[in-house]
């Protein structure tokens, strides 16, 4: 056997160039939804489509896969783990890249494009069986996929499981299931508990709504990134109509976030979320840009990454100290207290108010809203829903759930952009992204000690920094749930996220 | 033979793609110049060094080359005359890169980089003698490069003609010092009449520069802006360390401007500069984007595209009508009026000071700048000045025509960035710039009536609307000499210039 030295170098520099492309497409998003006027739309487009078909060229080129071929025989037992981790994990995007006929990937291509077009149609005019012919195709392109794709997936995996693997690395929805049975036997009752203490304690439980001025809702939230971290020689913010976090280069991270009106606190809690995302990214193994090309430096899992923005969001920038922190400066820039007192600031960042729409959900209501999607998500792909039949579906089970009807298909199953573009299995991350945060944070707290008190002492860089050490550097190393076990010693379950939500109501209850 | 047409088609597919990649790189130009944090650079760097070798392996490549040859095989008397001129500068650029060795290209991209890097460090340390080596190396590639060339270009192209071509199509050297020479001969005197006058006058003809809060200054270029026919749908404008202009796509264009301390109306000038390269851009010929891809959709040459951005800085907004316009507006933003009436608001936006450094000079001097340059370059290149005394020559001959001697070379021969990547024959561009401006404004003039009276009226659009119509779908249907002759029925010359500049300064000395 050959030094695996050079192969792995050639292979390297291939993964170099095509981590270089794809950042490249980063940098074009992040101007498109910061800076880029309109008119630049359509050119914009062919800019990346052009990247994105050199992409797909150098993931599935018989060069390429003659790369990670050599390299493969090149390697052995004595080569570190880590690289062997690094060349299975290529091996299967590549078996994956190889599977799919390209006539299926350009058929599914035009037709995300044109679901997503129709989709924006029908639920401006709220009108589902207009969209419907079209979620029928993309369901039908993405069996196909499933299908095309199986002989590379572990025996028994569903439709629906293979679908998700990009999003969730070894997901089963049998395993979902067994994840989420707790949030569905709980959370309703939670929410009724809420509901009738907000009804007898009247209109004083309605949060406060004031006006906070825009350049206050600026300095606060510069403020926030600065205290926690932010480094301006390595990072960007900007506006941008809906808030998100990309990464340009190795040292090179952006975030974005909007003022809604009369959310008073919505950019605030937004930065926060989105520089957890960074801050994740930022901490993935890329030291002397040695993992920076290879899996290993690639975010875990999307459960994982969202885990890590609700870690910042709810755990720390929703919590009571960092209320008690943050009210003082908020009432000194604003020259007035509309929330009469902390408390009433407190309440404002938690409203516990059960909606129709998922991603205006408490932490209390969002996980609700997941397991519907994936149980009709299941059920289209795998149980024969029809589709026809998606929007009577849909209301009964957010009646079942969460006690509310929407009045119309826009407010009702046409309110995500998912499902337009074909995404399924992509949904439960979401929820993942509560239990997985909670977990961590237990395990953060028998480490270092009670979160809260960090957070009372201004102490955010101790979090961040056991972060920093326990979860961001593991990377593709592991999947979600190995995550989560490596990190707290204990399988991961919905236990920790329900634990936190009843003593966090309990306590905004009074 | 066949018909032109799909052997056109498939060239201006290629060309098309070429296009979509350069301006992925305008994009990110503009990107790492208004918002990439520092830490982005090196891998930046590695982007863009991606897309240039991209570019050039297209511009380049045997099958480029066959795309072209079918073309002009198919193409016949028949043919439209602008598809033949096409072709003929395809033909010619393509012949440049085929005839250029690809080792001599990676040597000056190394060369170019490295002198940059060793002049930022001579520059700082005023120590000519350290960039003196990278200098030399600079000079004998582009010599070798001009003798690669010179098989394709025309008969008694010198050294100094060759490397000038990429700026100023069919320019010769000997062409220059005819168009100079009236520089040469009235522009010292004049400097000298104005400094006589002022020293007359004392203190009074030093223009004021009062502090301009950067607020109002942003509010004074969007005004500026939006009466100049800004879209918002198609344009974005920002800040930058040094105000530019650039174009994303054929919908897309960007500018940017800087405040800079201590000089009041810096931004607002800027701007109209910037602005003026931005209409050039965006009137280039690319309707129903049917020439954007091809050469006759960029720009006749620098001196053009320099005349344009000078025409809307110095004729316009440095001009008296315009003073009257905008003094009243300046005063009310500011409340105040430093300038004690419209005459020393008009003094201040034309400062008339020979100064050491080019990019600070005012129209009086400015062209002496370029003509000191633009015979030191021919001396470095082709008349065996050696580079050791270049300081010694750059200082005496500014003595000479400015009557100012540097105290140190980095007001000297290290104050441009350009010799130190090599860039020989781009400096004389600026200065056919002023002329160019002056000549269209004549022909403007003919046809329109006078330009001060459209501005005092408020009617810009009629100044933009004629260039729109006369100048800017030009394109590289000729070269710069040709566009001032088609547009004045004149050959080029340094006339109407001189008699504006004339005009001009006995009207400020009153």
Not at 42 to 63: F, K, N, T
Not at 284 to 301: C, I, K, Q, Y
């Amino acid at each position: 056997m050959a030094s695996p030295g050079p192969a792995l170098e050639a292979l390297r520099a291939h993964l170099h160039q095509t981590r270089l492309l794809g950042s490249i497409s980063s940098a074009l998003y992040y101007d498109q939804n910061t800076v880029m006027p309109s008119a630049g739309a359509p050119w914009r487009g062919e800019q990346l489509a052009l990247l994105a078909g050199q992409l797909h060229e150098r993931q599935s080129s018989p060069a390429y896969a003659e790369l990670v071929a050599t390299a493969e025989a090149a390697v052995g037992e004595e080569t570190p783990a880590a690289t062997r981790r690094n060349l299975r994990l290529l091996r299967q995007d590549l078996e994956r890249q190889q599977r799919l006929d390209p006539a299926l990937v350009t058929a599914l291509a035009k037709a995300q494009s044109r679901g997503n077009a129709i989709w924006q149609e029908a639920r401006a005019a709220a009108d589902f069986s207009a969209f419907a012919p079209a979620l029928e195709e993309l369901i039908q392109l993405r069996r196909e996929q499933a299908r095309q794709l199986a002989a590379a997936e572990p025996e028994g995996s569903s439709v629906w499981d293979i679908l998700a693997q990009p999003f969730e690395p070894d997901i089963r929805k049998s395993r979902l299931r067994e994840l989420f049975a707790p949030l569905k036997a709980t959370l309703p009752a939670l929410l009724e508990e809420v509901r009738q203490h907000q009804a007898s304690a009247g209109e004083a439980a309605a949060p406060v709504t004031p006006e906070l001025p825009e350049a206050l809702q600026e300095r606060l939230c510069a403020e926030l990134l600065t205290s926690w971290g932010y480094d301006a020689s390595r990072c960007q913010r900007a506006r941008s109509a809906h808030p998100f976090s990309c990464t340009v280069g190795p040292a090179d991270f952006r975030i974005t976030t909007r003022v809604v009106p009369g959310q008073p606190l919505s950019a605030f809690l937004a930065t926060a979320h989105e520089w957890g995302h960074s801050l994740y990214e930022q901490g993935l193994p890329r030291v002397d840009d040695h993992w920076f090309p290879w899996p290993l430096g690639e975010a875990t899992s999307m459960g994982v990454h969202e885990s890590q923005s609700l870690f910042w969001e709810c755990r720390v920038a929703r919590g009571r100290a960092f209320a008690e922190r943050w009210h003082p400066r908020v009432v000194a820039g604003l020259g007035a207290d509309p929330w009469g007192g902390v408390a009433g600031f407190w309440r404002a960042l938690n409203p516990l108010r059960p909606g129709l729409i998922r991603v205006e959900a408490d932490e209390l209501s969002y996980g609700l809203h997941i397991v519907l999607r994936f149980e009709l998500e299941v059920a289209l792909l795998e149980e024969g829903l029809p589709v026809a039949e998606l929007p009577r579906e849909w209301n009964a089970r957010m009646e079942r759930l969460l006690g509310l009807t929407p009045a119309n298909d826009r407010e009702g199953c046409l309110q995500d952009i998912h499902w337009a573009e074909g995404l399924f299995g992509y949904f439960p991350s979401y929820a993942l992204g509560h239990l997985i945060s909670a977990q961590v944070a237990e395990a953060m707290t028998e480490a270092i000690g009670p979160i809260e008190e960090r957070i009372a002492a201004g102490d955010e860089a101790a979090l961040r920094g056991w972060l920093a050490e326990a979860v961001w550097p593991l990377g593709r190393s592991v999947n979600g749930e190995e995550l989560v076990a490596a990190v707290s010693g204990r399988p991961l379950s919905a236990e920790p996220f329900l634990a936190y939500l009843k003593g966090k109501v309990a306590q905004l209850m009074g």
